[in-house]
């Protein structure tokens, strides 16, 4: 069995290594233009000349749970070659304790408290009632889901909005264009988590931020490109939206000089919110190869990635 | 049916209206020297001269969980009229939201992060382990079983430590002084919701705090009168501490030029963990007068405090 590991960004010796040792007996070599044809391919973001060579694959295995860097790409036949993204692999309690942490900092007004702490202030502000803080949360897959938990553990009204219509216990939910306007308005902090898609690019723009309670919050831990920048910055100047918690960008690093960096309503991360986990992925990438390689069938394996969809 | 009300630092006209309206047919006042004998008390910190002058108390309601300010003083027969604190009340849903997101802060460097955002810079941090991030409470009452039971959910390592041994579901339990030093052995992050009593007056010091795992954080949200102040200073200027998030302090407001306030490594709120809901609170008092009113058995209402553990 031969596995080319095509990953942009990633430090590939460990990767290799550690895929090395959970499949003895593989050959798992760093792709380079002219290589060997493998059967498996383990990616972050490859160039499509890795897919015009490597015409012999038997699965793509993404290192990452967002695929759209790879769906943009032609890619072989998806009955012949399935693509796979990672699933959880521990990035769901990361995600979890990202947006919890992010909430309770808007509902607590932590942010306004370290100010007056800075000023060396003893303040009091009266406490905002849960019940005027319904969490919006914009996809429920594994990873909204999670979220969705968490939060609810906090006594926060949880409502979801999904493509297709889910069921989640303890959340409220709305699904498709037609559900989406109900959804953002009763809606006070957003947390976007949907995957990137042709339809969900700038869902969060003015038309769709401008429906959610004044005094809004948004949480983008998504992609850089369900957000329209100066539509968000101009609803904080309105004041119709209270601050931001933002983790991607349309450009990552986020520029020198993007506005985003030193706006005081606005708490930048660098993309750390659900990180992979190299031990968790390799074990979990090797579990799916070995099992393809026995011969099970496609549908069996979790993560599959509808191409048509494009997650 | 007569009701004194008697509380420092708090607005009274709220609780009174509230009160009166819970309670129709009692008289609700504000107390003061030389007042009509009350059949029940409402209090915050009361001076001693109301208990002097009160003498045909039924029962004392405190509107906050800690009952250090109260147990202080000469308390009318227990007996005659049990003090009850505030039992959750709204509570333990603002504390597990303090600490979760205070443990999250530290475990997810947020802190470092924002440091390097304020500089512009686009930064990377190895995640760590959670298994690394042992978390332990020191009171497992109410706010200490809802804590640990949020924190759980991270998938965070959980101990507990109280005066008496309990058994809370996911939390590796520990009591008395023998267990002690073997809780704070393998914790990592050190949570205060520990009543204030003579045994556990400055709890937090240096020979304890010293047996925690290197690179500790230390969370005070129960009293201030917990933690020896300067022993935390220097165990953080050795390193030994990476940092603190306290809401409670010796002297309240905490006083100008106190080096808490500016300290980089020291996070600093006024006091605010968990507020005392009126509402919530109102009810719940309201309910408890009732049912003493009626005849119920003192040993049936929750939140009984025993004076001679001090909580």
């Known amino acids: 069995m031969h596995i080319a590991f095509c990953c942009t960004d990633t430090k590939a010796e460990p990767w290799l290594q550690g895929l090395q040792a959970a499949l003895p007996g593989a050959t798992v070599q760093l792709w380079s233009p002219g290589a060997a044809l493998a059967d498996y391919a383990v990616v972050w973001a490859p160039p499509q000349a890795f897919f015009d060579e490597q015409t012999a694959l038997r699965g793509v295995f993404n290192i990452g749970a967002g695929v759209d860097a790879l769906v943009k790409l032609r890619l072989p036949d998806a009955t012949q070659a399935p693509v796979v993204r990672l699933d959880d692999a521990g990035m769901s309690v990361q995600m979890a304790e990202y947006v919890c942490h992010a909430v309770i900092r808007h509902f607590r007004e932590f942010d306004a408290y370290e100010a007056d702490v800075a000023r060396q202030e003893w303040s009091y502000r009266k406490p905002r009632r849960r019940s ?8 429920l897959g594994v990873l909204g889901e999670r ?16 493509r297709s219509a889910k069921t989640v216990p303890g959340v409220q939910c709305f699904s498709g264009l037609a559900g989406l306007n109900d959804f953002l308005a ?4 957003l947390v976007c988590l949907l995957p990137l898609t042709p339809d969900t690019e700038s869902i969060m723009r ?3 931020l401008e429906r959610l309670l004044p005094g809004a919050y948004i949480i983008n831990v998504a992609r850089g490109a369900h957000l329209v920048d100066d539509d968000l910055m101009a609803l904080i100047d309105s004041g119709h939206i209270a601050g931001a918690t933002l983790d991607v960008f349309r450009v990552e690093p986020l520029p020198a000089g993007h506005p985003f960096w030193a706006h005081s309503k606005i708490t930048v ?3 750390t919110s659900a990180r992979t986990l190299r031990d968790e992925s390799i074990a979990q990438i090797a579990g799916k190869i ?15 990635v509808d191409l048509k969809k494009g997650y």
Chains 1, 2 share one sequence.
């Not at 099992?291 to 496609?298: D, S, V, W």
């Open 132 to 139: 005027d803080f319904p969490v919006g949360i914009m996809g």
């Open 290 to 304: 070995q099992a393809l390689h026995r011969g099970a069938p496609i549908a069996s394996l979790a993560g599959v």
């Open 269 to 271: 991360t660098p993309h």
């Open 186 to 189: 009763a809606t006070r902090v």
């Open 147 to 162: 979220v969705s938990r968490a939060l609810a553990q906090f006594d926060f009204p949880v409502r979801g909005w999904s």
């Open 206 to 208: 003015k038309e769709t």
